[in-house]
């Protein structure tokens, strides 16, 4: 409890104070420990050569204490389990809403983000009695996770020569990005099957591109051969 106002002092006689309409008087001073607002009755008790004074009245305040709570979150991989905020150091007992926004942005939402970028959150303690609310933030991000091949892309077996163009491989599956295909070192990246005409071995590389949320996968090959035809000549 806090002590609401300081001494008087009073010749002839004694000072006596209460707290509020309901309160008794004495010579304590009144105390109080809640945030308010409040009314201090002081009056002098004369003593047997002097009349009393009248009562009078001090407001006096207490205010609300201020909330320096810290608010804690560990990013983490797109697709994964969010982490949980922790809100540290006197709340007041205020009731605590969680909010996020992507960072360079004003609008907060109670939704948790889920796509890989950069984010705050925000901790809203309510005011209390005896407390202001008041709000903290923290930065944190979601990092991307790394695409997954799913099915190989393989070599076409048993290929041979037939004049005309013959896919070298099979097409391949992955989860987070986009599978593409390239003949030898000197092509071009697509998503177009490599094919060849000719008899011979070839490289065929590829890789992931990742999309918005997850980073590819690093280039590959698989060799893939075109067999020579058989020739069956007719002799007459």
Known sequence: ???????????????????????????ALPRAINAGSYTVYYKVVGDENHTGVAEESIEATIAKAKLTPTVTIEGWSYGSTPSTPVVTGNSGNGDVTITYASKGTTTFSESVPTAVGDYIVK?????TANYEGTEVTAEFSISASAAVITKLPAAVTNLTYTGESQALITAGDATGGELQYKLGTDGTYGTTIPSAINAGTYTVYYKVVGDANHTGVAEASIEATIGKATITPTVT
């Open 123 to 127: 901790a809203t303690i309510s005011e």
């Open 1 to 27: 409890s806090q002590s609401l106002i300081t001494a008087g002092e009073a010749t002839g006689g004694e000072l006596q104070y209460k707290l509020g309409t309901d309160g008794t008087y004495n010579t």
